[in-house]
């Protein structure tokens, strides 16, 4: 089966840079993704790597190397409202979700 | 405005008392989704559909039901709830199944107690 491991929580201040990461005992599929869920809230998609390397969205940036099964999440410039769980997700005509990282974002 | 909605948001149930969380999605989206979630094991899929009456099952099907009679419509049935299905429910949906082409947009989510 698919599996994949995250942290489990992960803290930080503002300002700071954060990377989360994700590996995973898989191969074959198209991709990996990533989703933010803020406490009480539905999960909202964030970016998604097809290919390796890195994609770049704003502050977020998500990077994936199929040959080391391992991916991450980068967060720059933290803010407050960065706290959330974040999850990432391989591809395999349906997504499979890892168990999520608690980032905490401190003063 | 593009969304997917469910209902109830809350449900506090009995144990064998059948019941129905709705889905709904006005994006003419293919595909459906419902997930569970549990602490310490994110999201897991329960059921997915890949178009109007066309169901697979995902990882924890036992003791669920759905259905896709509309397009927009992806109910689930819980026949006979017990304790054990006491979580928080996701619906979700996209263009279709393959996540390069199409994130999932997910409801505002069902929290379920069944005592």
């Known amino acids: 089966g698919q599996s994949l491991e995250q942290p489990s929580e992960v803290t930080a201040v503002e300002g700071a840079i954060v990377q989360i990461n994700c590996t995973y005992q898989t191969s074959g599929f198209y991709g990996l993704s990533w989703y933010q869920q803020h406490d009480g809230g539905a999960p909202t998609f964030l970016s998604y790597?097809?290919?390796?390397g890195l994609e770049e969205t704003g502050r977020f940036s998500s990077f994936l190397s199929r040959s080391d099964s391992y991916g991450y999440l980068l967060l720059q410039e933290l803010q407050m409202k960065d706290s959330a769980s974040y999850f990432c997700a391989v591809d395999f005509q349906k997504l499979v979700f890892g168990t999520g990282t608690r980032l905490l974002v401190s003063p | 405005e593009a969304q997917v909605t469910q209902n109830p948001r809350y449900l506090i149930t009995v144990t064998g008392k059948k019941l129905t969380v709705t889905c709904s999605q006005n994006?003419?989206?293919?595909?459906m989704s419902w997930y569970r979630q549990d602490p310490g094991l994110g999201l897991r899929q329960i059921y997915y559909?890949?178009?109007?009456?066309?169901?697979d099952k995902g990882d924890v099907p036992e003791g669920y039901k759905v259905s896709r009679k509309e397009k927009r419509n992806f109910p689930l049935i819980l026949e006979s709830p017990s304790p054990n299905q006491t979580s928080l429910y996701f619906c979700a949906s996209s263009w279709t199944g393959e996540s390069y082409n199409s994130p999932l947009h997910f409801g505002n989510g069902t929290r379920l107690t069944v005592t």
């Open positions: 790597n097809g290919l390796d």
């Open positions: 559909s890949m178009n109007v009456e066309v169901t």
């Open positions: 994006m003419n989206h293919e595909y």
